[in-house]
């Protein structure tokens, strides 16, 4: 039914990444993970490879990938640091609605920002608006030939280290998610601040920070789509960039999957590897199961979106499998270590941190499970 080949370059691009993991990700990630310093050397680097504008089309200067091979990139990325991969997913994030609702001119101020080598953020979360969106409170009001913005962001992914954003402000707050309208503002407006990097339990690689806007001025035709389609830009734009949180899932679980496999060869007990005890081939085997099911749930998402056919449920489906398995694996990762797995001098229990978010973020899963819910009942 589905036919996911890859050409010669895809395949070579995908050697290049996973490459570029092993060499140059893996050996930082412990240091990155102690200090929760931003990364620059690592992401600069991704950025003159290009992968921080995986969905940027070619007549714009990008790469211009699929979402399949989107995803296949972001797990490799991840078996290295989930962190840096949702640094990169932030980006694609913050695409998605320039992609789908952005004029000409709006898609090469965009995509103009992101080649030059900037960072994006996607600006919708508040203090008091999480799952529920139509609680923003972040003002977009109309002044001749400029919108005035005023609020406050949290949570926000690469929020301290962005050139770009794409915020989401109401213009009428009794409208509730009728009144939301999306724009593109740069980093660089009067009236930007960010607040403190919060010291995250996992993920520690990638930036997240408050972003405060106080009477920020934008041009009028900075505004994507129309008035009150905000609501509407936000969910399409999450359905495209689950598959993604899913993607960085999967390359959680495999990574985690992994090392278990080596470490069970390796771990003598009773005067033998644990590995020859059934109980943990049991569990190993159903972690690969877990991660391999995840993975191909991913792809179809990504392919439905590729082909242009309904995607919104698959989506859903992909990343609250996926997410799930990553905390799953990961847990029992921790477990086949034993105490080993619960220090910090092995790599386990940081993969069991950066796993949890997976299932609260871009939709936490109670969400999703409605999400699903309410298209099977339609």
Known sequence: MYDMSLTEEENLMIQSVKEFTQTTIAPAVKEIDISGEFPWDIVNKLIDLGLHAMPV?????????SSVMSAILAEELAKGCPGIATTV???????????L???????????????????????????NAGSDAGAVATTAVKEGGEYVLNGQKTFITNGGVAGVYTVFATQDKSKGIKGLSAFIVERDRPGISVGKEENKM??????????????VRIPADHLL????????IAMQTLDKARPIVGAISVGLSQ?????????????????????????????????AIQTEAARWLVHRACYLIDAGLPYGKESAIAKT???????????DAVQIFGGYGYSRDYPIEKMMRDA?????????????????AGQLLR
């Open 89 to 99: 997913g932030a980006n694609g994030l913050t695409s998605y609605p320039i992609l």
């Open 57 to 65: 089309p070619a007549e714009y200067g990008g790469p211009g990938l």
């Open 202 to 215: 996992g993920i520690r690689a990638s930036n997240t920070t408050d972003v405060f806007l106080e009477n």
């Open 255 to 287: 990574a985690a999957l992994d090392a278990s496999i080596k470490y069970s060869k390796e771990r003598q007990q009773f005067g033998k590897p644990i590995c020859a005890n059934q109980a943990l081939q049991f569990m190993l085997a159903d972690m």
């Open 225 to 232: 789509g129309k008035e009150g389609e905000g609501f509407k």
């Open 101 to 127: 609702t952005g004029t000409e001119a709006q898609k090469k101020l965009y995509f103009d920002l992101l080649m030059s080598g900037k960072l994006a953020a996607f600006c919708l979360t508040e203090p």
């Open 356 to 372: 949890k978010i997976m299932q609260i973020f871009e939709g936490t899963n109670q969400v999703q499970r409605m999400v699903i």
């Open 321 to 331: 499998f996926a997410s799930d398995t990553a905390m799953k694996v990961t847990t």
